[in-house]
């Protein structure tokens, strides 16, 4: 199996969410705090390489920025 190519980092992502999940949030164009807060907590873990842990780092680096995820 290869391994998982870093593309860290992506915009302003935190790079502890990890690379796949960084690579995976890429591919579906998104690539900032901004674009991560039109999501929702369930869209993004349908994300493949998108877990728990990824969706709370994102959290702590969103409420740090004063913004929060979708919840529409």
Do not use: W, Y
Not at 23 to 52: D, M, T
Not at 55 to 72: N, T, V, Y
């Amino acid at each position: 199996m290869a391994p998982t190519p870093d593309v860290r980092p992506v915009g302003d992502l935190p790079d502890a969410i990890g690379k796949t999940a960084a690579r995976e949030l890429s591919l579906n164009g998104i690539c900032s705090l901004e674009q991560v807060a039109r999501h929702s907590k369930r869209s993004l873990l349908a994300i493949h390489g998108v877990g728990p842990k990824a969706i709370a780092i994102l959290g702590e680096a969103l409420a740090a920025r004063g913004l929060d995820f979708d919840r529409s």
